[in-house]
């Protein structure tokens, strides 16, 4: 059973940065995408970005230009760079792995809270 750990959120001030890190239980090669997803209170979960086997990514047009996506297929590892966060920021940001349609994996997710 794939499992998936995520780490890095906490609090940090409008305009700071935070890196999310992703841990797969095994190789993330036989991923065809992994990404990030996230859910604020009294909203559905949504898309941040996501980023194929081959490098593809793909980002909400709300966080595009700040936030960046990426990998380490050799650590097992997936990683979101958040930079200028804004309070709209704030939720639970969830990791999410998809060997198919039918074989989709998500982590327990991670609070960010972007708060002066």
């Known amino acids: 059973q794939v499992q998936l750990v995520e780490s890095g959120g906490g609090l940090v001030q409008p305009g700071g940065s935070l890196r999310l890190s992703c841990a797969a239980s095994?190789?993330?090669?036989?991923?065809?995408?992994m990404g990030w997803y996230r859910q604020a209170p009294g909203k559905q979960r949504e898309l941040v970005a996501t980023?194929?086997?081959?490098?593809?990514?793909n980002y909400a047009d709300s966080v595009k230009g700040r936030f960046t996506v990426s990998r380490d297929n050799a650590k097992n590892m997936v990683y979101l760079q958040m930079n200028n966060l804004k309070p709209e920021d704030t939720a639970v940001y969830y990791c999410?792995?998809?060997?198919?349609?039918?074989?989709?994996?998500w982590g327990r997710g991670t609070q960010v809270t972007v708060s002066s």
């Open positions: 095994g190789s993330i090669l036989s991923f065809i995408y």
């Open positions: 999410k792995a998809a060997r198919s349609a039918l074989a989709v994996y």
């Open positions: 980023i194929t086997s081959g490098g593809s990514t």
